[in-house]
């Protein structure tokens, strides 16, 4: 009498993720490998959050887990199981936040592709870790944008963190 062959198991590639994002709970079940910032633009439609480099360079992707700024476009939708996600369109619960005013006050965006990951990159660090215009751009220094020159992002950041223009 010949043994059973063994019974083959195949590796699931879907992976439940429960995680809370602008607020609101989310349950889904999304492939092993998609990447989190297809998740949240294709899955949940949250467009704001852009796609640039593809690489963790340009910060387009920028959004804040867990209080910290992360590229959504260098993570697996799986790794962020039981986390809290805000993007940028819930950075406001209604009119543009100080920052967001700042910007559009100062000229900060020109087409507006990084302006998202600026906004969330600036909106999740402490202003009093980052002193005077060298600490501004040291914040700004990890995001990238093609169209400004960077001359207006610093004006509506200095304007938004209430610092003189020669700090
Ligand atoms: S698209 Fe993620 S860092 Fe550029
Ligand atoms: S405003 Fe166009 S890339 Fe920054």
Redesign the pocket.
């Given at each position: 009498m010949t043994a059973p062959a063994p019974r083959r198991v195949e590796p699931s590639n879907q992976v439940p993720v429960s995680v809370t994002v602008n607020g609101e709970p989310v349950d889904a079940v999304v492939p092993a490998r998609q990447l989190l910032?297809d998740f949240i633009r294709d899955r949940l439609g949250l467009t704001g959050t852009?796609?640039?480099?593809?690489?963790?360079?340009?910060?387009?992707?920028t959004i804040n887990i867990d209080g910290e700024p992360v590229?959504?476009?260098?993570m697996l939708a799986a790794q962020v199981d039981g986390s809290v996600l805000t993007t940028v369109e819930g950075l406001s619960s209604g009119g543009l936040n100080s920052l967001q005013q700042a910007f559009k006050e100062h000229h900060g965006l020109q087409c507006g592709f990084c302006t998202p990951g600026f906004l969330m990159t600036l909106s999740t660090v402490d202003p009093d870790e980052y002193p005077g215009t060298d600490g501004i751009r040291e914040v700004l220094s990890s995001n990238l944008c093609r169209c400004t020159g960077y001359g207006g992002i610093l004006r509506a950041v200095r304007d938004a963190w209430n610092r003189g223009d020669d700090e």
């Amino acid at each position: 009498m010949t043994a059973p062959a063994p019974r083959r198991v195949e590796p699931s590639n879907q992976v439940p993720v429960s995680v809370t994002v602008n607020g609101e709970p989310v349950d889904a079940v999304v492939p092993a490998r998609q990447l989190l910032v297809d998740f949240i633009r294709d899955r949940l439609g949250l467009t704001g959050t852009h796609v640039g480099c593809e690489q963790g360079i340009c910060g387009a992707c920028t959004i804040n887990i867990d209080g910290e700024p992360v590229r959504s476009c260098i993570m697996l939708a799986a790794q962020v199981d039981g986390s809290v996600l805000t993007t940028v369109e819930g950075l406001s619960s209604g009119g543009l936040n100080s920052l967001q005013q700042a910007f559009k006050e100062h000229h900060g965006l020109q087409c507006g592709f990084c302006t998202p990951g600026f906004l969330m990159t600036l909106s999740t660090v402490d202003p009093d870790e980052y002193p005077g215009t060298d600490g501004i751009r040291e914040v700004l220094s990890s995001n990238l944008c093609r169209c400004t020159g960077y001359g207006g992002i610093l004006r509506a950041v200095r304007d938004a963190w209430n610092r003189g223009d020669d700090e």
